[in-house]
Protein backbone atom coordinates (compact mmCIF):
# COMPACT_ATOMS: atom_id res chain seq x y z
CA UNK A 1 0.00 0.00 0.00
CA UNK A 2 1.32 3.76 -0.58
CA UNK A 3 2.27 5.78 2.16
CA UNK A 4 3.94 8.92 2.36
CA UNK A 5 5.90 10.30 5.29
CA UNK A 6 6.54 14.33 6.00
CA UNK A 7 8.79 15.12 8.67
CA UNK A 8 9.37 17.18 11.33
CA UNK A 9 5.75 17.42 12.79
CA UNK A 10 6.40 20.30 14.43
CA UNK A 11 9.53 22.93 13.73
CA UNK A 12 9.90 25.97 16.06
CA UNK A 13 12.76 28.36 13.74
CA UNK A 14 14.03 31.89 14.41
CA UNK A 15 13.48 34.25 11.51
CA UNK A 16 16.60 34.71 9.05
CA UNK A 17 17.28 30.68 9.67
CA UNK A 18 16.85 28.52 6.86
CA UNK A 19 14.05 25.76 6.42
CA UNK A 20 14.32 22.15 4.86
CA UNK A 21 10.90 20.16 5.26
CA UNK A 22 11.20 16.53 3.45
CA UNK A 23 7.93 14.62 2.19
CA UNK A 24 8.78 10.96 0.72
CA UNK A 25 6.12 8.61 -0.75
CA UNK A 26 5.82 5.08 -1.03
CA UNK A 27 4.59 2.34 -2.67
CA UNK A 28 3.74 4.04 -6.23
CA UNK A 29 5.51 5.27 -8.79
CA UNK A 30 6.26 8.56 -10.79
CA UNK A 31 3.33 10.17 -8.31
CA UNK A 32 2.92 14.01 -8.26
CA UNK A 33 3.91 16.02 -5.75
CA UNK A 34 2.19 18.80 -3.77
CA UNK A 35 3.45 21.50 -1.15
CA UNK A 36 0.62 22.81 0.66
CA UNK A 37 0.60 25.85 3.30
CA UNK A 38 -2.22 26.40 5.64
CA UNK A 39 -2.92 29.46 7.55
CA UNK A 40 -4.51 29.17 10.79
CA UNK A 41 -8.63 28.39 10.24
CA UNK A 42 -7.76 29.14 6.81
CA UNK A 43 -7.89 26.87 3.69
CA UNK A 44 -4.69 25.53 1.24
CA UNK A 45 -2.87 27.33 -0.81
CA UNK A 46 -0.61 25.76 -3.17
CA UNK A 47 2.68 26.19 -3.05
CA UNK A 48 4.34 24.15 -5.76
CA UNK A 49 3.75 21.07 -7.51
CA UNK A 50 5.68 18.53 -9.71
CA UNK A 51 5.04 15.89 -12.23
CA UNK A 52 8.15 13.94 -12.15
CA UNK A 53 12.14 14.57 -10.80
CA UNK A 54 13.40 18.05 -11.54
CA UNK A 55 10.24 19.26 -12.57
CA UNK A 56 9.07 22.07 -10.16
CA UNK A 57 5.45 24.59 -10.57
CA UNK A 58 5.86 27.38 -8.00
CA UNK A 59 2.46 28.50 -8.02
CA UNK A 60 2.86 31.69 -5.13
CA UNK A 61 5.83 33.77 -5.25
CA UNK A 62 8.14 34.32 -2.17
CA UNK A 63 11.14 33.26 0.11
CA UNK A 64 10.63 29.32 -0.40
CA UNK A 65 11.57 27.20 -3.08
CA UNK A 66 11.54 23.32 -3.86
CA UNK A 67 13.16 20.41 -5.19
CA UNK A 68 12.63 16.59 -6.60
CA UNK A 69 16.03 14.94 -6.17
CA UNK A 70 14.36 11.61 -6.28
CA UNK A 71 10.86 10.41 -8.05
CA UNK A 72 9.91 9.82 -4.62
CA UNK A 73 11.13 12.80 -2.59
CA UNK A 74 9.80 16.43 -1.95
CA UNK A 75 11.71 18.72 -0.35
CA UNK A 76 10.63 22.25 0.92
CA UNK A 77 13.15 24.97 1.41
CA UNK A 78 14.02 28.70 2.79
CA UNK A 79 17.78 30.38 2.92
CA UNK A 80 15.84 32.79 5.83
CA UNK A 81 12.82 32.44 7.03
CA UNK A 82 10.44 35.29 7.41
CA UNK A 83 7.74 35.57 10.75
CA UNK A 84 4.78 35.31 7.67
CA UNK A 85 6.11 31.74 6.62
CA UNK A 86 5.16 30.02 10.01
CA UNK A 87 1.94 27.69 9.08
CA UNK A 88 0.81 24.28 8.83
CA UNK A 89 2.78 23.01 6.00
CA UNK A 90 1.08 19.94 4.25
CA UNK A 91 2.78 17.35 1.57
CA UNK A 92 0.37 15.71 -0.80
CA UNK A 93 0.73 12.65 -3.83
CA UNK A 94 -1.61 11.97 -6.38
CA UNK A 95 -0.87 9.39 -9.53
CA UNK A 96 -2.40 9.61 -13.19
CA UNK A 97 -2.59 5.65 -12.64
CA UNK A 98 -6.01 6.13 -10.56
CA UNK A 99 -9.14 6.56 -12.18
CA UNK A 100 -9.93 9.89 -10.02
CA UNK A 101 -8.33 12.48 -8.56
CA UNK A 102 -7.84 11.75 -5.03
CA UNK A 103 -4.98 13.21 -3.51
CA UNK A 104 -3.34 11.62 -0.10
CA UNK A 105 -1.89 14.52 2.31
CA UNK A 106 0.85 13.52 5.03
CA UNK A 107 0.42 14.60 8.45
CA UNK A 108 1.70 18.11 7.89
CA UNK A 109 4.49 20.41 9.62
CA UNK A 110 3.36 22.94 11.86
CA UNK A 111 5.98 25.69 11.68
CA UNK A 112 6.36 28.35 13.92
CA UNK A 113 8.75 31.31 12.74
CA UNK A 114 10.39 33.46 16.25
CA UNK B 1 -9.61 30.21 -11.63
CA UNK B 2 -13.05 28.56 -10.25
CA UNK B 3 -13.11 30.54 -7.01
CA UNK B 4 -14.98 28.07 -4.43
CA UNK B 5 -17.59 29.26 -1.98
CA UNK B 6 -18.39 26.95 1.47
CA UNK B 7 -20.24 28.65 4.63
CA UNK B 8 -17.77 29.15 6.87
CA UNK B 9 -19.50 26.44 9.90
CA UNK B 10 -22.23 24.62 10.33
CA UNK B 11 -24.00 22.70 13.60
CA UNK B 12 -25.61 19.80 14.02
CA UNK B 13 -27.02 16.48 16.35
CA UNK B 14 -25.89 13.26 16.50
CA UNK B 15 -28.06 11.02 14.29
CA UNK B 16 -29.15 13.71 11.69
CA UNK B 17 -28.13 14.34 8.19
CA UNK B 18 -25.67 17.26 7.03
CA UNK B 19 -25.78 18.89 3.60
CA UNK B 20 -22.87 21.46 2.87
CA UNK B 21 -22.97 23.08 -0.47
CA UNK B 22 -19.90 24.29 -2.89
CA UNK B 23 -20.22 26.85 -4.99
CA UNK B 24 -18.56 27.12 -8.11
CA UNK B 25 -19.66 29.25 -10.57
CA UNK B 26 -16.52 29.37 -13.07
CA UNK B 27 -15.91 25.90 -12.61
CA UNK B 28 -14.33 24.62 -16.09
CA UNK B 29 -15.28 21.61 -18.42
CA UNK B 30 -12.65 19.26 -17.10
CA UNK B 31 -12.62 20.07 -13.32
CA UNK B 32 -13.88 17.62 -10.76
CA UNK B 33 -15.75 18.22 -7.63
CA UNK B 34 -13.58 16.51 -4.41
CA UNK B 35 -14.92 16.70 -0.81
CA UNK B 36 -11.93 16.21 1.70
CA UNK B 37 -12.18 16.21 5.58
CA UNK B 38 -9.68 17.27 7.94
CA UNK B 39 -9.27 17.18 11.73
CA UNK B 40 -7.08 19.44 14.13
CA UNK B 41 -3.43 19.20 13.33
CA UNK B 42 -3.71 16.34 10.40
CA UNK B 43 -3.71 16.25 6.67
CA UNK B 44 -6.89 16.35 5.15
CA UNK B 45 -8.36 13.44 3.98
CA UNK B 46 -10.29 12.08 1.04
CA UNK B 47 -14.37 11.67 1.15
CA UNK B 48 -15.90 11.53 -1.96
CA UNK B 49 -15.29 12.47 -5.53
CA UNK B 50 -17.41 13.52 -8.84
CA UNK B 51 -18.14 14.66 -12.24
CA UNK B 52 -22.39 15.64 -12.52
CA UNK B 53 -25.40 13.86 -11.02
CA UNK B 54 -25.34 12.24 -7.98
CA UNK B 55 -22.27 9.95 -6.73
CA UNK B 56 -22.66 7.68 -3.44
CA UNK B 57 -19.86 5.38 -1.40
CA UNK B 58 -20.03 4.08 1.92
CA UNK B 59 -19.20 7.32 4.31
CA UNK B 60 -21.13 10.53 1.94
CA UNK B 61 -23.05 11.44 -1.12
CA UNK B 62 -22.67 14.19 -3.55
CA UNK B 63 -25.12 15.81 -5.22
CA UNK B 64 -24.43 17.87 -8.43
CA UNK B 65 -26.57 19.78 -10.75
CA UNK B 66 -26.88 19.88 -14.55
CA UNK B 67 -25.16 23.01 -14.74
CA UNK B 68 -22.15 22.11 -12.37
CA UNK B 69 -22.14 25.05 -10.64
CA UNK B 70 -22.58 23.84 -7.01
CA UNK B 71 -22.17 20.79 -5.17
CA UNK B 72 -23.84 19.33 -2.03
CA UNK B 73 -21.81 16.70 0.11
CA UNK B 74 -24.05 15.07 2.33
CA UNK B 75 -23.62 13.50 5.41
CA UNK B 76 -25.95 10.85 6.56
CA UNK B 77 -26.67 10.37 10.72
CA UNK B 78 -23.77 12.12 11.48
CA UNK B 79 -21.82 11.44 15.01
CA UNK B 80 -19.80 13.19 17.29
CA UNK B 81 -16.39 11.45 15.33
CA UNK B 82 -17.82 14.16 11.96
CA UNK B 83 -16.96 16.73 13.85
CA UNK B 84 -14.33 18.32 11.29
CA UNK B 85 -13.20 20.95 8.73
CA UNK B 86 -14.79 19.68 5.31
CA UNK B 87 -13.36 21.58 2.05
CA UNK B 88 -14.11 21.13 -1.48
CA UNK B 89 -11.90 21.17 -4.12
CA UNK B 90 -12.70 22.17 -7.90
CA UNK B 91 -10.12 21.10 -10.77
CA UNK B 92 -8.03 18.55 -11.28
CA UNK B 93 -4.99 18.35 -9.60
CA UNK B 94 -3.45 15.09 -11.74
CA UNK B 95 -3.12 17.67 -14.98
CA UNK B 96 -4.05 21.11 -14.14
CA UNK B 97 -2.91 21.58 -10.37
CA UNK B 98 -2.20 25.19 -10.57
CA UNK B 99 -5.82 26.03 -11.25
CA UNK B 100 -7.01 23.35 -8.57
CA UNK B 101 -8.94 25.57 -5.94
CA UNK B 102 -9.42 24.37 -2.58
CA UNK B 103 -12.49 26.37 -0.78
CA UNK B 104 -12.09 27.65 2.96
CA UNK B 105 -13.86 25.18 4.47
CA UNK B 106 -16.82 24.57 6.52
CA UNK B 107 -16.35 23.32 10.37
CA UNK B 108 -19.24 21.25 11.40
CA UNK B 109 -19.11 20.60 14.67
CA UNK B 110 -21.70 17.56 15.61
CA UNK B 111 -23.14 18.52 19.31
CA UNK B 112 -24.52 15.19 21.40
Known amino acids: SQTIHQWPATLVQPVGSPLSLECTVEGTSNPNLYWYRQAAGRGLQLLFY??????ISSEVPQNLSASRPQDRQFILSSKKLLLSDSGFYLC?????????????FGQGTRLTVV | LAKTTQPISMDSYEGQEVNITCSHNNIATNDYITWYQQFPSQGPRFIIQ???TKVTNEVASLFIPADRKSSTLSLPRVSLSDTAVYYC?????????????FGDGTTLTVKP
Open chain 2, 89 to 101: LVGDLRFNAGKST
Open chain 1, 50 to 55: SVGIGQ
Open chain 1, 92 to 104: AWSTLDRANTEAF
Open chain 2, 50 to 52: GYK
